[in-house]
């Protein structure tokens, strides 16, 4: 009987002939019983059961005898004790010289020094398990090279390494899930961030992340991730997805640890040997109770004629950090601090932001400090530059200087002053065509699992500290503007306001200001001077946030070196290429910001959904959907609410949380049943 066969099948099959073929990806054995048509054979196996096969499938014969089924568990037994994997290697090491083509019972012969059919079996299975020594060539087989054969081993190797890690990787997992305290392992870090990446990037479909989550039983999505990666406690229930998305880092790198420590033991020798010494100065800092990075300080003196000399003293970090340094690139990187409901993330490392580089009471510091004498209206009438040295008097915060503003505290008379000089240096400003736009400032902190909402409120001590810093900011680019200095100046184009007496018909307060904000333009940084429109400035450098802001740090490093009569370390066309990078990573910390506060914001309101909240209607989004913005008085937040009757900007109702997912960014409110009740009773 003549049949078509694959390479290693005789084309003559007879009744009989024990043949192997693969059946639901196992090897079985049948004994060939009668054909089947003209192309295939009946085989009976050893539950006797027939299968119909091709001669395609019998991927070998068993030549030399015939059988019968119930040979085939006997035939397997003697195969049985000759599977010696390690057998192939010796077989390889008298093949690979020879590097000739050879069937199963050439190794046979070599092997066992048989080539019965059990032996020549047993060598084709050999052969065929083998993935290592041989390859399959036509009808034979054929010795790989030694090279090829030590790199297939390497990936074997590699293979069986990463099997194990990931059986130890799953194991790990489980007791973490059942609550073990967990030390992962270096190799466990890339599966980790693959889930990770599932989690903040679900439209990025991850194999690696979805196949962890199918060993363990969990829905492959990234929901599900999100939740495994809090139930095995790497994320918090309220990981900060936003700040995980962004490009921030949040750890410093063990370089600038390193030379961040060597800083702090052994500071450099200071470039400016020549500071001026105003240790004699009462100087005030002024923050809120929990500012680490004290940056700015304020004093006044009265000159030899009398006159009244305003100080603004601003932290000098560039003592410590020069162009181009570990420091100076690790902040350029950052851009800035980053302030969160969750803490700050800062620009420089705290060891350093918080110690030697801090305007700390009581201790001898270093200064870059703004001499200014105002003229009668509040102008600058004269100026000056100095890196000093200070020994800050007092640590103040605002409530502090509220309180001694109010009370006009006798020891203190320069507080007062400092407050006079700011109102007449506001009064000024205003007579340049300053814009003021005082909004509620929802201040958001979380501790533990608690969180607080407190309203910033535009007091006179924030006013006093924000003109003197806006003061500081337009001496310092009347300096570089004077002396045509590359600096990175602040603009704010001119906005087109509502006209006045459309202004007039809106409440005073956060209505109007909002109908305000809505027409301001961004405010813009170049390397050319340029009107800052809500200012009311000509010109206007930020300086005074060295320690938390890059940008001021720059004019720091530009500003001192023309002081020394040095080279500037920054041409103006450095500096502009350094705005588009600063520019945007600053964009980004804005918008992470913003993003946390509004989340931890509407988690404060989903907590407390029972409470009612007095809220006024800002303006309208969309209208005809009665889709406006509110400020919840109470907590200076706005957010958007549909409302269910007509209202005006100005309205004042009172609301309820009916839905929060701050995960999800949602928030539905309604009014309160009080308030709806009272309307029906009116009505």
């Not at 041989?134 to 030590?150: H, I, L």
Request: hydrophobic share 35%; glycine share 6%; charged share 25%.
């Amino acid at each position: 009987m003549l049949i078509n066969t694959e390479p290693g099948i005789s084309k003559l099959v007879e009744k009989g002939t024990l043949i192997e073929f693969w059946q639901n990806g196992e090897r079985r054995l049948a004994v060939i019983d009668r054909p089947e048509g003209k192309k295939h054979w009946i085989a009976i196996d050893v539950r006797s059961q027939s299968h119909t096969l091709h001669p395609r499938k019998i991927t070998y014969e068993v030549k030399g005898q015939t059988y019968k089924p119930s040979d085939i568990p006997s035939f397997l037994a003697e195969v049985q004790p000759l599977l010696d994997p390690s057998s192939v290697e010796v077989a390889w090491e008298l093949l690979v010289e020879d590097g000739e083509t050879f069937d199963p019972a050439t190794l046979a012969s070599i092997l066992f020094s048989d080539q019965s059919p059990v032996y020549c079996y047993a060598a084709y299975l050999l052969l065929s398990e083998d993935k290592i020594y041989f390859k399959n060539k036509g009808d034979g087989y054929e010795p790989r090279s030694a090279n090829q054969v030590a790199e297939l081993k390497h990936q074997l190797e590699v293979g069986e390494q990463r099997r194990r890690e990931q059986e130890e990787f799953l194991t790990r997992i489980q007791q973490a899930l059942s609550g073990e305290v967990v030390h992962w392992q270096d190799s466990d870090r890339t599966r980790l961030d693959a889930v990770e990446r599932f989690a903040l990037q679900p439209e990025t479909a991850s194999r690696p992340a979805q196949d962890i989550l199918a060993a363990i039983g969990r829905p492959q999505n990234a929901q599900s991730a999100f939740d495994f990666l809090v139930d095995i406690g790497l994320w918090s229930p309220h990981e900060n997805l936003s700040l995980r998305r962004s490009q921030i880092p949040v750890q410093f790198s063990n370089k600038v640890v390193e030379v961040t420590q060597l800083m702090v033991e052994n500071p450099p020798a200071d470039p400016d040997s020549n500071r001026l010494d105003l240790t004699h100065l009462k100087v005030y800092t002024i923050d809120d109770e929990s500012t680490q990075e004290i940056d700015d300080g304020l004093s006044v003196e009265t000159s030899s004629d009398g006159r009244q000399r305003l100080w603004i003293h601003i932290a000098d970090p560039s003592r410590l950090v020069s162009p181009g340094d570990d420091l100076d690139l690790e902040a350029r990187r950052r851009t800035t601090t980053l302030y969160l409901p969750t803490g700050m993330i800062p620009m420089f490392p705290p060891d350093l932001a918080t110690g030697p580089m801090s305007l700390v009471q009581g201790k001898l510091c270093y200064a870059l400090s703004f001499g200014v004498i105002l003229d009668e209206s509040g102008g600058v009438e004269e100026y000056r530059i100095h890196p000093t040295s200070v020994k800050p008097t007092y640590r103040l915060t605002y409530e502090d200087v509220d309180e001694m503003l109010q009370l006009g505290v006798q020891a203190e008379p320069e507080i007062a002053d400092i407050a006079a000089l700011a109102r007449l240096r506001q009064s000024w400003r205003q007579s340049q065509g300053s814009i003021n736009i005082s909004m509620p400032e929802a201040s958001i902190k979380v501790y533990g699992d608690e969180i607080t909402i407190n309203v910033l409120e535009d007091s006179p001590s924030r006013q006093l500290v924000a003109e003197m810093m806006i003061l500081a900011g337009e001496v310092a680019g009347r300096y570089g503007q004077d002396h045509q200095l590359p600096l990175l100046y602040r603009s704010q184009p001119q906005p087109e306001l509502p006209p006045q007496e459309e202004l007039l018909q809106l409440p005073a307060g956060p209505v109007r200001f909002c109908a305000m904000r809505r027409c301001m333009p961004r405010s813009e940084m170049s390397v050319t001077p340029a009107r800052h429109a809500s200012l009311g400035l000509e010109t206007y450098t930020q300086v005074t946030s060295p320690i938390r802001r890059y940008s001021d740090l720059l004019a720091h490093f530009q500003i001192k070196a023309h002081l020394r009569g040095e080279p500037l370390p920054f041409s103006a066309e450095k500096l502009q290429e350094i705005v588009l990078s600063v520019s945007s990573s600053a964009y980004e910390a804005t918008l992470v910001e913003r993003q946390t506060n509004r989340y931890w914001g509407l988690e404060y309101l989903r907590r407390n959904a029972g409470e009612v909240w007095q809220a006024q209607m800002l303006r309208w989004l969309r209208e005809d959907d009665n889709l406006g913005l509110i400020l919840l008085e109470d907590l200076g937040l706005e957010l958007a609410m549909r409302f269910k009757r007509s209202l005006h900007p100005g309205d004042r109702l009172e609301v309820q949380v009916s839905h929060a997912d701050p995960r999800q960014d949602v928030i539905h409110l309604r009014e309160s049943v009080n308030h709806e009740a009272q309307l029906t009773i009116n009505n």
